[in-house]
């Protein structure tokens, strides 16, 4: 089984959680920009984090055979800080890196004005730089900011299919499942979305434009809630290829889009270790 996970933090994870996703079969993942979990005070720390995202993130995913990509943006919830602001300025450096698959996260928050234009500016930059955009859709008011994130997309001018939206639930992945736009959804041990409720929206609405992904971060959270899901759906009867299909060719399809994914040699089955640390370190130190 070779599995994408198209939304996992892997800045707050450890090389343990590497090792055990690579040997539950996850081949490579995509990293998007969020918060860290308290307020950053300048537009430089956003440069060195953005830097870890496409320098040494990469490298330490490597070390266990996992390809690692990311997606960059000013995150909503800091879009309402006037301090973090000038990061709009720097993300066009960002977005023509390699490694870079997407504009995102962005969207809304709490819904304010200042996440209204930040969400605006940063799918205008997704066109200018020929990249998807990943969306995310709020915790609080979920239905509405679903619908106001639509209205954002519609008026921006970006291609529907350039788009998804992530953290869905029953309510609003019928609201999203028409418009065009890629549909993703979070399995996280207590909140958003559980593995035998991802197989009845599926039953339900189908495998196409469909993402799942663990969405694994700082708080309570499981890497290996993406190969749940794909148990779950073999065990509801769905086929090795629905599976297949939902966990890596969509992934891939929609990232596909910045014609900047490199998958050469991650199909393998049997990983072999780690390479070999330094003075007993238990990984390899990158750059100088």
């Not at 700082?218 to 749940?228: C, E, F, K, V, Y």
Request: glycine share 6%.
């Amino acid at each position: 089984m070779r599995i994408f996970d198209p939304h996992i933090h892997m800045t707050s994870r450890t090389t343990d959680d590497y090792e055990r996703m690579a040997a539950a079969g996850v081949r490579a993942v995509v990293e998007p920009a969020f918060w860290l979990g308290q307020p950053r005070t300048s537009p430089a720390s956003f440069s060195d984090y953005f830097d870890s995202l496409v320098g040494w993130e990469p490298f330490r995913a490597g070390q266990f055979g996992v390809r690692h990509y990311a997606t960059i943006a000013l995150n909503p919830k800091e879009a309402n800080d006037p301090r973090c602001r000038p990061v709009l300025d720097l993300l066009p450096n960002y977005l023509e890196k390699d490694g870079v698959v997407a504009v995102g996260e962005i969207g809304y928050d709490s819904m304010t004005p200042q996440e209204d234009e930040a969400f605006a500016a940063q799918l205008a930059l997704a066109v200018a730089h020929d990249l998807p955009a990943l969306v995310h859709t709020p915790h609080r008011d979920k239905a509405r900011g679903v619908e106001r994130s639509l209205a954002v997309v519609r008026e921006s001018g970006i291609e529907p299919g350039r788009v998804v939206l992530d953290h869905l639930n029953e309510v609003t992945v019928k609201l999203v499942r028409d418009t065009g736009c890629w549909l993703a959804f979070s399995i996280y041990p207590d909140t958003k979305m559980s593995p035998p409720r991802m197989v009845e929206i599926l039953r339900e609405h189908g495998t196409e434009r469909m993402l799942v992904n663990s969405a694994a971060d700082w708080g309570r959270s499981d890497p290996l809630l993406t190969r749940a899901t794909a148990e779950a759906m073999l065990a509801a009867g769905f086929t090795a290829d629905d599976v297949d299909q939902v966990l890596w060719r969509n992934p891939v399809e929609f990232y596909g889009q910045s014609k900047r994914l490199d998958l050469t040699d991650v199909e393998v089955t049997d990983l072999d270790p780690p390479p070999a640390t330094f003075a007993g370190n238990s990984i390899l130190r990158g750059g100088s």
